[in-house]
Every structure is written in structure tokens, then in C-alpha cells.
């Protein structure tokens, strides 16, 4: 690592924490029909487990339902089965030709788990953040050990500081806008 491309090395750690947080996000339903729910969902291809998405068209007819259609009819039992091992609380619906899951409307309490949920995936996300900051303070403070001057060093621990504090805040912002979609009824 250089002391110099340390900033970037540190944003490319911050940008993985943020992609991730935003990731698990997405999977949080907010009581709207999103494909992207179902995005973890592995269906067993001729013995191999591949995403629900590669096997079958997945869309939103409005926000309380979804629709997949399989590429290969022979897949309906597959995708059903999958999406009951996922255990995501959903119940697939077979007609032969499509499979339709109707997204219940979320109970308060519902709602709030989801909240806390996704405080849980911004806690660990800052968390991620810390330790790049920890990481990197510890990087630069080996460095003016060995001899890099101390008043650039002081300098680019306020950068480190300023960089990681801005992800903080992107976290804090993606959370306040995530928890008032989920408490919209």
C-alpha cells in the first residue's frame, strides 16, 4: 500500500460497505411488488443452483404482485419449491403457465421488525467503515513512524476522517429515506 494512492484504496473499501448496505436494502419489500425481491432466490437448473432471474422472467403487474414466467415450462415446480426455501413469507401460486405470489400488506409490527432490520444492515455497514478507518489511521501512522513527515501524515488522517465521515452520512441518508418507505402505509 502507498501512503499517496491511500485515499483511494480507502474509498474503494467504503464504496464495497455502501454498494453492500444499498444491496440488502433493495431486499427489504416495503409492502410494493419489486422483482428485486426475489433476487436471492436460487432455482436448481438441471442440477445446478442458478438465479431465479436467469431461468424465468420476473416482473411487477402492479405493486402487489409479481409474476414470473419460467423460460422452460418444466421449471414452474422448481421455482416454486425455490422461492419456499428461501423463506422470504411469500406463497407462490402455480397456473400451469405463470406463477403469481400476492405480496400481503405489511402489519405494523411488520414494519417495524423491517425498520430494525435495516438499522441492523446500516449498523454493520458503518461498522465496515470504521475498520477501513481503523485500517488506514493505523497505515499512515506506521508510515511517519518510518519516516514520512508527521505534519502530512496529520494531514491525510484528516482526509481519512473527512472521506469516512461522508459514507457515514450517505448510510444515515439511504436509512432516514429506507424507514419512511417501509412506515408508508
Do not use: C
Not at 413469507?89 to 400488506?105: A, W
Amino acid at each position: 500500500m502507498d501512503i499517496d494512492n491511500l485515499l483511494n484504496i480507502g474509498k474503494s473499501e467504503a464504496d464495497k460497505a455502501l454498494d453492500h448496505f444499498k444491496s440488502e436494502l433493495v431486499k427489504i419489500r416495503a409492502g410494493k411488488a419489486t422483482p428485486a425481491m426475489l433476487d436471492g432466490v436460487m432455482v436448481d437448473y438441471y442440477g445446478t443452483p442458478t438465479p431465479l432471474s436467469q431461468v424465468s422472467n420476473v416482473g411487477s403487474p402492479d405493486s402487489k404482485t409479481l409474476s414470473i414466467q419460467p423460460w422452460e415450462k418444466s421449471l414452474l415446480g422448481e421455482i416454486e419449491q425455490a422461492i419456499f426455501k428461501a423463506n422470504l413469507g411469500l406463497t407462490p401460486m402455480n397456473d400451469g403457465e405463470f406463477i403469481r405470489i400476492s405480496i400481503p400488506p405489511l402489519t405494523e409490527e411488520r414494519r417495524k421488525d423491517m425498520v430494525k432490520q435495516s438499522k441492523s444492515f446500516a449498523e454493520d455497514a458503518k461498522v465496515s467503515l470504521r475498520n477501513t478507518r481503523h485500517k488506514l489511521m493505523e497505515f499512515i501512522k506506521k508510515e511517519v513512524k518510518d519516516g514520512y513527515p508527521e505534519d502530512a501524515g496529520k494531514k491525510k488522517e484528516g482526509e481519512v476522517q473527512g472521506m469516512i465521515k461522508s459514507y457515514g452520512v450517505k448510510i444515515d441518508e439511504l436509512m432516514v429515506k429506507k424507514e419512511k418507505d417501509i412506515m408508508t402505509v
